[in-house]
């Protein structure tokens, strides 16, 4: 609800899952929805106090979205020890179903890098085969972005000449963009997002790595953060963004689907700037 995630999610999530309940009908069959949300500040302690406080005390059956994959890992032990379900839509990723961690109850984070990655694998096979350097956020999910794109990376011929941490949420990269420059990699992959991305990349700028010959490749970046960039400022980063918008696709089964309708709906209701993130996956 606040700080570097917020656009990604927040009070649009909240919005989109209102939307949700409507569009199922489910209360018009007699069944009531209660819809409450928290912020957890990106804190894992403040995450699983609000958990405990739903579970038991305002009795909630399902958590939804928890952007923050420390957390959404938190709160899916949690989950795990009610026997409640936790539905993990807005963690980056959740390494959990690969080391059997994920809640019995719990449903995979449908965002997760390791699919991310191979999606883009084609995209970015030429680009793989040359000289990287990761500029990380410090949590489970950078770590996890990182480790999955430098496979493909290594995969296809290329070499990563370094790799730097910086804190979530952090403010000032110039000590880790000057470390990328330094290393005079051909790729700056950004193993980050939000407020994290767009902070690196309008630094990235001041610095004139883009001009200096480097390229940043923004390894999770949606249409809000594209919006907060401006044109001057994301005119050098390689970037993927999907959106179900219906008509940009040729296949018949996607014109007919309902996510154009709902995503519109969501726009027109919501946004200034398209969430796609939570259109596409609430």
């Given at each position: 609800m606040s700080s570097l995630y917020t656009d990604l999610a927040g009070a649009g999530s909240v919005a989109a899952a209102k939307m949700a309940v409507e569009d199922s009908g489910i209360e018009k069959r007699g069944v009531?929805?209660?819809?409450?949300?928290?912020?957890?500040?990106?804190?894992p302690d403040v995450g699983?106090?609000?958990?405990?406080?739903?579970?038991?005390?305002?009795?909630?059956d399902v958590i939804v979205d928890v952007p923050n994959s420390g957390v959404a890992l938190a709160v899916n032990q949690i989950t795990k020890d009610k026997g409640k379900a936790f539905l993990a839509s807005g963690a980056g990723v959740v390494r959990s179903h690969r080391q059997g961690v994920l809640a019995e109850h719990g449903a995979l984070d449908l965002r997760h890098v390791d699919a991310r990655q191979r999606?883009?694998?084609r995209d970015r096979r030429s680009r793989a085969a040359t000289r990287w350097f990761f500029l990380t956020a410090d949590y489970a999910f950078g770590h996890a972005l990182?480790?999955?794109?430098?496979?493909?990376?290594?995969?296809?011929g290329g070499k990563v000449l370094g790799k730097v941490r910086a804190p979530l949420n952090t403010q000032d990269f110039s000590s880790f963009l000057l470390q990328a420059q330094a290393s005079k990699a051909k790729i700056v992959g950004l193993a980050n997002a939000g407020g994290d991305t767009t902070n690196s990349i309008k630094q990235a700028a001041e610095f004139g790595i883009v001009k200096g010959g480097q390229n940043l490749a923004g390894l999770l970046v949606f249409l809000t953060d594209v919006h907060s960039l401006g044109l001057a400022d994301g005119a050098g980063p390689h970037r993927h963004q999907h959106v179900l918008l219906g008509h940009e696709r040729p296949d018949a089964r996607v014109r007919r689907s309902a996510s154009p309708r709902w995503t519109r709906a969501f726009i027109r209701r919501w946004c200034t700037r398209a969430s796609t993130r939570r259109c596409c996956t609430t």
């Open positions: 009531k929805v209660e819809i409450v949300s928290a912020d957890h500040q990106n804190k699983s106090a609000i958990a405990r406080q739903w579970y038991d005390t305002d009795k909630v999606h883009r694998q990182e480790r999955d794109t430098e496979a493909v990376v290594l995969k296809n």
